[in-house]
């Protein structure tokens, strides 16, 4: 090829020409002006040779597998136009000497590993046109000198590490079309600056820590299609100048902290196809002029605070796909405000205050995939036209007041993945053409009026991991096909029916079951012993039957306490509280002997205890009238108070805090209000007012007490100190240790406090959430589920060491007992299981101390991460993109610790209860520590190593 030095031109690509770039080719062919070597596996360096080409104008070396650094030689080439090394592997900082190339116009050197900063020399470009630099790995600020690149007009700094505040010297960039920033490390404002680039048509600063509102200056950008601002941590309102952007076709502004109300003037945005607002604190309603984005297609609220009505105007948006208004407080008549969606995939309205019946027309939206309307206040029939929508994977219909039978035209959702009606007053049979539904792997038909028989067509769903029929008026025996479900492994529930008849054995097919309850039903005959192979059962609950005979010698049967038996007929075995099986029977004569033995012994007996009776009884009066008298003067002050001085604290508490003023109010909760109070003695200590127990009876305020008393026991340094608990009729309060620095909350969600919280401080914060509930669960006499961790209940005491509190919602664990209750906690940290089997265990609380141990490592809650691991494509995430940004690198030393506690927290979060971690084992391992690991560089790794990293 060295006869061809005299080209101009050479242009080999898409080739898979393998190999290195040889020097030689450099020195050969010095009057080359364009040279394009392209989509080739070219690998190796770029020889420094290469500044020998002086006439070159074009050098296009992307798309292979081009390695080292960026040679400084390029300087030579002064003629240079375009140069794109973008798609290799290319290391190192860019060199600054770059800034001598004048008549430079595009600047290609996106998808490398090129580290370092951005050179300021770059601003000496002043004809460049394109810069794109995103998806490296470019730390430190933005040069202020990218300011002079007048004639720019694309700008991807995109997917780097950079940090610092947003130069307002962009503002200058008048030409600019296309900026983004995104997926970096920036923080500060939004400069008001960047408002002057009036031909820009996109706009993403998402995926970073920027502060403050949103300046009202951005609504100068008239040419503005898409922007992006999600992800943030900015502030405010919205402002109403973005109603200015009619050519606005995307607007994200998700997952930040914005406030106030949706303005009116959002409905001049008549072209918008995405509008995504949701994870934020936003107030009042949702406009009327929604109605007027006839071309929306995406339209999220969901986690703000919204009311009002959702507007009938939103009929009007027919072209939607997908629509998420859930965790806000809407209200409205469903069968007016929605209209027919032909196009709509993903539909949840799901915990609002929406009312009405449900429409037949939801049968027209073909393409629904997932329709939920749970937590509402929905009446009426279920419309058969539901059967339509053979697309249909997720129907949740729960916790509403709907009435009537189950259609049977559901039989037709062959694709249906989840069906929940429960929570609500759906009378008649269950529909046997619910069998059909093959690929149903979750069935919630509880606290209903269903009656009838179980229809043995459920032994069709071959597919059942959760069945459950509780608390309806079920008859009939439980059909042996229900011994079909194999695969049937979180719970399987018919109590509190009236089945009868005998248990098949077949129910012992159920291998993977965990817990299996038939409690208050009307079941005879005996235990199957086929029971006994059911190795995966957890807990059992057979009570309240007419059942005899032995109970199977299995562990879960064995270790169940006698509650789980009682009320039956006679079952026998090596159960406390239950008769052995070999225990003699009583014969006829041995019952004539018998009455003899009452005749001549026990009347006898029984005169003189009478006798003694009624001496005592003198003496019990006279003691009952002096524990009157006390009881009378106590009565005065009807209050309990332990580990504290009666009377004294309770006034001294009251009178610290003026008798629970607002201004001594420190947080706000589910539970109460919790209050600051400085006592005489000079000891500061955290006080939670309950709301008033309404509702509970004798019983239930004794056993919650009892369990308050068992909570004051607890001491470990990792959990706040509960001193005590007061009730008193006007006042009911829990007495905490005061932690200086608040909730772990309210530090992430402070810039400058977050960033105090260092790499090696949030290592540890995790570690003692983790040894906190090690403790709970496993140090204790009986384990103890906190229920409600969160990042909010995460305290911190003035060296910043992590404290759990709030045990409001604790409940004492009763071993291989059954734990159902209601469902509590924090929206977001609620392990997943607890939506549809309502059952308490040690592994919701690893759950929550997942997403908690996430929280603190990404600084802000991971829902979104969650949400997204079900995508294989976004395990290829890298660790440091979802990193909290407002903090530098770890450090090589702490580094092995901030990838292993992400991995441990990623294998918390799984959603098979069984396939997590118990706390013995995290805070054991992360005790441990994991010195080194060999995943390559910490900047390369990626969530799919992290979760395939074995824990």
């Given at each position: 090829?060295?006869?061809?030095?005299?080209?101009?031109?050479?242009?080999?690509?898409?080739?898979?020409?393998?190999?290195?770039?040889?020097?030689?080719?450099?020195?050969?062919?010095?009057?080359?002006?364009?040279?394009?070597?392209?989509?080739?596996?070219?690998?190796?360096?770029?020889?420094?040779?290469?500044g020998l080409l002086k006439h070159l104008q074009i050098l296009y070396l992307f798309d292979n597998q081009i390695s080292g650094s960026i040679p400084t030689q390029l300087e030579n080439l002064k003629n240079l136009v375009e140069l794109a090394l973008y798609n290799n592997n290319l290391t190192g900082p860019i060199p600054p000497a770059l800034g001598n190339l004048r008549n430079l116009t595009l600047l290609y050197l996106y998808s490398n590993q090129i580290s370092g900063s951005i050179p300021a020399q770059l601003g000496n470009l002043k004809n460049l046109v394109e810069l794109a630099l995103h998806k490296n790995?470019?730390?430190?600020?933005?040069?202020?000198?990218?300011?002079?690149?007048?004639?720019?007009?694309?700008?991807?700094?995109?997917?780097?590490?950079?940090?610092?505040?947003?130069?307002?010297?962009l503002g200058n960039l008048k030409n600019l079309v296309k900026l983004s920033l995104s997926n970096n490390c920036l923080t500060g404002p939004i400069p008001p600056a960047l408002g002057n680039l009036r031909n820009l048509t996109l706009l993403y600063l998402y995926s970073n820590q920027i502060s403050g509102s949103i300046p009202a200056q951005l609504g100068n950008l008239k040419n503005l299609v898409e922007l992006g601002l999600c992800n943030n941590s900015l502030t405010g309102p919205i402002p109403p100048a973005l109603g200015n952007l009619r050519n606005l076709t995307l607007l994200h502004l998700y997952s930040?902290?914005?406030?106030?109300?949706?303005?009116?003037?959002?409905?001049?945005?008549?072209?918008?196809?995405?509008?995504?607002?949701?994870?934020?604190?936003?107030?009042?309603?949702?406009?009327?002029?929604?109605?007027?984005?006839?071309?929306?297609?995406?339209?999220?609220?969901?986690?703000?605070?919204?009311?009002?009505?959702?507007?009938?105007?939103?009929?009007?948006?027919?072209?939607?796909?997908?629509?998420?208004?859930?965790?806000?407080?809407?209200?409205?008549?469903?069968?007016?405000?929605?209209?027919?969606?032909?196009?709509?995939?993903?539909?949840?309205?799901?915990?609002?205050?929406?009312?009405?019946?449900?429409?037949?027309?939801?049968?027209?939206?073909?393409?629904?995939?997932?329709?939920?309307?749970?937590?509402?206040?929905?009446?009426?029939?279920?419309?058969?036209?539901?059967?339509?929508?053979?697309?249909?994977?997720?129907?949740?219909?729960?916790?509403?007041?709907?009435?009537?039978?189950?259609?049977?035209?559901?039989?037709?959702?062959?694709?249906?993945?989840?069906?929940?009606?429960?929570?609500?007053?759906?009378?008649?049979?269950?529909?046997?053409?619910?069998?059909?539904?093959?690929?149903?792997?979750?069935?919630?038909?509880?606290?209903?009026?269903?009656?009838?028989?179980?229809?043995?067509?459920?032994?069709?769903?071959?597919?059942?991991?959760?069945?459950?029929?509780?608390?309806?008026?079920?008859?009939?025996?439980?059909?042996?096909?229900?011994?079909?479900?194999?695969?049937?492994?979180?719970?399987?529930?018919?109590?509190?029916?009236?089945?009868?008849?005998?248990?098949?054995?077949?129910?012992?097919?159920?291998?993977?079951?965990?817990?299996?309850?038939?409690?208050?039903?009307?079941?005879?005959?005996?235990?199957?012993?086929?029971?006994?192979?059911?190795?995966?059962?957890?807990?059992?609950?057979?009570?309240?039957?007419?059942?005899?005979?032995?109970?199977?010698?299995?562990?879960?049967?064995?270790?169940?306490?006698?509650?789980?038996?009682?009320?039956?007929?006679?079952?026998?075995?090596?159960?406390?509280?239950?008769?052995?099986?070999?225990?003699?029977?009583?014969?006829?004569?041995?019952?004539?002997?018998?009455?003899?033995?009452?005749?001549?012994?026990?009347?006898?007996?029984?005169?003189?205890?009478?006798?003694?009776?009624?001496?005592?009884?003198?003496?019990?009066?006279?003691?009952?009238?002096?524990?009157?008298?006390?009881?009378?003067?106590?009565?005065?002050?009807?209050?309990?108070?332990?580990?504290?001085?009666?009377?004294?604290?309770?006034?001294?508490?009251?009178?610290?805090?003026?008798?629970?003023?607002?201004?001594?109010?420190?947080?706000?909760?589910?539970?109460?209000k919790v209050y600051k109070a400085n006592l005489p003695s000079g000891q500061v200590v955290a006080v939670k007012k309950l709301h008033p127990l309404e509702g509970r009876d004798q019983s239930d305020q004794r056993s919650f007490r009892n369990e308050i008393r068992a909570l004051t026991e607890i001491r470990h340094r990792n959990i706040v100190k509960l001193y005590g608990f007061c009730s008193h009729a006007q006042f009911s309060f829990l007495i905490y240790e005061y932690m200086e620095r608040g909730s772990l909350t309210s530090i992430l969600s402070n810039d400058r406090r977050a960033v105090e919280l260092d790499?090696?401080?949030?290592?540890?914060?995790?570690?003692?959430?983790?040894?906190?509930?090690?403790?709970?669960?496993?140090?204790?006499?009986?384990?103890?589920?906190?229920?409600?961790?969160?990042?909010?209940?995460?305290?911190?005491?003035?060296?910043?060491?992590?404290?759990?509190?709030?045990?409001?919602?604790?409940?004492?664990?009763?071993?291989?007992?059954?734990?159902?209750?209601?469902?509590?906690?924090?929206?977001?940290?609620?392990?997943?299981?607890?939506?549809?089997?309502?059952?308490?265990?040690?592994?919701?609380?690893?759950?929550?101390?997942?997403?908690?141990?996430?929280?603190?490592?990404?600084?802000?809650?991971?829902?979104?991460?969650?949400?997204?691991?079900?995508?294989?494509?976004?395990?290829?995430?890298?660790?440091?993109?979802?990193?909290?940004?407002?903090?530098?690198?770890?450090?090589?030393?702490?580094?092995?610790?901030?990838?292993?506690?992400?991995?441990?927290?990623?294998?918390?979060?799984?959603?098979?209860?069984?396939?997590?971690?118990?706390?013995?084992?995290?805070?054991?391992?992360?005790?441990?520590?994991?010195?080194?690991?060999?995943?390559?560089?910490?900047?390369?790794?990626?969530?799919?190593?992290?979760?395939?990293?074995?824990?």
């Amino acid at each position: 090829m060295a006869n061809l030095s005299h080209l101009s031109e050479l242009d080999i690509s898409s080739n898979e020409i393998r190999g290195e770039l040889a020097p030689s080719f450099f020195t050969s062919w010095t009057k080359l002006i364009s040279l394009q070597f392209q989509k080739n596996q070219h690998m190796g360096k770029i020889p420094s040779q290469i500044g020998l080409l002086k006439h070159l104008q074009i050098l296009y070396l992307f798309d292979n597998q081009i390695s080292g650094s960026i040679p400084t030689q390029l300087e030579n080439l002064k003629n240079l136009v375009e140069l794109a090394l973008y798609n290799n592997n290319l290391t190192g900082p860019i060199p600054p000497a770059l800034g001598n190339l004048r008549n430079l116009t595009l600047l290609y050197l996106y998808s490398n590993q090129i580290s370092g900063s951005i050179p300021a020399q770059l601003g000496n470009l002043k004809n460049l046109v394109e810069l794109a630099l995103h998806k490296n790995n470019l730390t430190g600020p933005i040069p202020p000198a990218l300011g002079n690149l007048r004639n720019l007009t694309l700008l991807y700094l995109y997917s780097n590490q950079i940090s610092g505040s947003i130069p307002a010297q962009l503002g200058n960039l008048k030409n600019l079309v296309k900026l983004s920033l995104s997926n970096n490390c920036l923080t500060g404002p939004i400069p008001p600056a960047l408002g002057n680039l009036r031909n820009l048509t996109l706009l993403y600063l998402y995926s970073n820590q920027i502060s403050g509102s949103i300046p009202a200056q951005l609504g100068n950008l008239k040419n503005l299609v898409e922007l992006g601002l999600c992800n943030n941590s900015l502030t405010g309102p919205i402002p109403p100048a973005l109603g200015n952007l009619r050519n606005l076709t995307l607007l994200h502004l998700y997952s930040n902290q914005i406030s106030g109300s949706i303005p009116l003037e959002i409905g001049n945005l008549v072209n918008l196809n995405k509008l995504a607002l949701s994870s934020n604190l936003l107030t009042g309603s949702i406009p009327s002029s929604l109605g007027n984005f006839t071309k929306l297609e995406h339209f999220t609220a969901f986690d703000n605070h919204l009311n009002g009505e959702i507007p009938k105007s939103f009929r009007n948006c027919t072209r939607l796909t997908r629509v998420r208004l859930e965790g806000n407080q809407l209200i409205g008549n469903v069968s007016k405000i929605f209209g027919v969606y032909p196009h709509l995939y993903f539909m949840d309205v799901s915990n609002n205050r929406l009312f009405g019946e449900l429409s037949p027309n939801w049968g027209e939206c073909r393409n629904l995939t997932m329709l939920q309307f749970s937590g509402n206040m929905i009446t009426g029939r279920i419309p058969p036209e539901i059967g339509w929508l053979t697309r249909l994977r997720v129907l949740g219909l729960s916790s509403n007041r709907l009435v009537g039978e189950i259609p049977k035209e559901l039989g037709r959702l062959t694709s249906l993945f989840i069906l929940n009606l429960s929570d609500n007053q759906l009378s008649h049979r269950v529909p046997q053409e619910i069998g059909r539904l093959s690929n149903l792997e979750i069935l919630d038909l509880s606290m209903n009026n269903l009656a009838g028989p179980i229809p043995p067509q459920l032994g069709n769903c071959f597919k059942l991991r959760y069945l459950k029929l509780s608390e309806n008026y079920l008859n009939g025996s439980i059909p042996f096909q229900i011994g079909n479900l194999i695969h049937l492994q979180g719970a399987l529930d018919l109590s509190h029916n009236s089945l009868n008849g005998e248990i098949s054995s077949q129910i012992g097919n159920l291998q993977m079951l965990e817990m299996l309850n038939i409690s208050h039903n009307m079941l005879s005959g005996s235990i199957p012993k086929s029971f006994e192979g059911m190795l995966s059962l957890q807990s059992v609950d057979f009570s309240y039957n007419d059942l005899e005979g032995p109970v199977p010698n299995s562990k879960a049967f064995q270790k169940a306490l006698a509650e789980a038996f009682i009320k039956n007929k006679g079952l026998c075995g090596e159960v406390q509280g239950l008769r052995p099986c070999n225990a003699p029977s009583t014969s006829h004569g041995d019952a004539r002997k018998g009455r003899q033995v009452v005749i001549f012994i026990v009347l006898p007996l029984m005169v003189v205890l009478f006798l003694l009776f009624c001496v005592s009884s003198i003496y019990y009066q006279r003691w009952r009238n002096k524990e009157k008298e006390v009881l009378e003067r106590s009565s005065r002050n009807p209050f309990s108070i332990w580990n504290y001085d009666g009377i004294d604290a309770f006034e001294q508490i009251v009178e610290a805090t003026e008798g629970f003023d607002d201004k001594y109010c420190i947080g706000t909760g589910g539970y109460g209000k919790v209050y600051k109070a400085n006592l005489p003695s000079g000891q500061v200590v955290a006080v939670k007012k309950l709301h008033p127990l309404e509702g509970r009876d004798q019983s239930d305020q004794r056993s919650f007490r009892n369990e308050i008393r068992a909570l004051t026991e607890i001491r470990h340094r990792n959990i706040v100190k509960l001193y005590g608990f007061c009730s008193h009729a006007q006042f009911s309060f829990l007495i905490y240790e005061y932690m200086e620095r608040g909730s772990l909350t309210s530090i992430l969600s402070n810039d400058r406090r977050a960033v105090e919280l260092d790499w090696t401080l949030r290592v540890k914060v995790i570690k003692g959430v983790a040894h906190a509930l090690s403790y709970m669960h496993h140090d204790c006499t009986q384990p103890i589920v906190h229920r409600d961790l969160s990042s909010n209940n995460v305290l911190l005491n003035s060296e910043l060491e992590a404290c759990v509190s709030d045990f409001g919602t604790a409940r004492l664990l009763i071993p291989d007992s059954s734990n159902w209750t209601m469902l509590v906690g924090t929206y977001g940290y609620i392990a997943p299981e607890l939506a549809f089997t309502m059952r308490v265990t040690e592994k919701c609380d690893v759950y929550s101390f997942g997403v908690v141990a996430l929280e603190v490592m990404m600084g802000r809650h991971p829902g979104e991460l969650i949400s997204s691991l079900s995508s294989p494509s976004r395990h290829d995430t890298l660790l440091k993109d979802m990193l909290d940004q407002r903090l530098s690198d770890p450090t090589a030393e702490i580094a092995p610790e901030v990838l292993f506690e992400v991995s441990m927290a990623l294998s918390c979060i799984r959603l098979d209860p069984n396939s997590r971690p118990t706390m013995h084992y995290v805070a054991q391992e992360l005790s441990i520590g994991r010195p080194s690991f060999s995943l390559g560089p910490f900047y390369a790794l990626t969530l799919r190593q992290l979760m395939d990293l074995k824990v």
